[in-house]
């Protein structure tokens, strides 16, 4: 493995949720990291967005995750902008996107497709 690749598999841990969580959390800071020329954060977001649209997300949870890490809302903001929903039914809403979006990651280092798994994630399974 490349060292550059390395060192961001050791950062986000893709197949793991938390892995993700500051994968998006980070997402502002890579979208201004590729415009000044780094491969890495435009292969990391091109990633992501394809590990989304195969994460089999509702509309709700892709709402709830555009509203509160691209639009940068708080989740009690993101409930009231998605009509009155409860910080907690938002959270919950990020929950489950994050962990299928995790389970691609999980997949695709399972197959051999550019992720290693360093998380013990299925290990057990």
């Known amino acids: 493995m490349h060292i550059g690749e390395r060192r961001l598999a050791e950062r986000y841990a893709l ?6 969580k500051l994968l998006l959390s980070e997402y502002h800071a890579l979208i201004g990291r590729q415009y000044q020329g780094d491969y890495d954060a435009v292969v990391l977001l091109t990633d992501m967005a394809t590990a989304i649209d195969q994460a089999g997300l509702t509309d709700r949870q892709r709402q709830a995750l ?11 903001k993101a409930g009231e902008a998605m009509g009155g929903l409860a910080k907690d ?9 994050i962990e299928a979006i995790s389970e691609v990651y999980w997949y695709w280092s399972r197959h051999d497709e550019g992720y290693t798994i360093l998380s013990t994630k299925g290990e057990s399974e």
């Open 15 to 20: 197949d793991s949720t938390a892995g993700v």
């Open 89 to 97: 039914a938002v959270n919950h809403l990020l929950d489950r996107a």
């Open 66 to 76: 555009t509203l509160v890490y691209v639009d940068d809302l708080t989740q009690a």
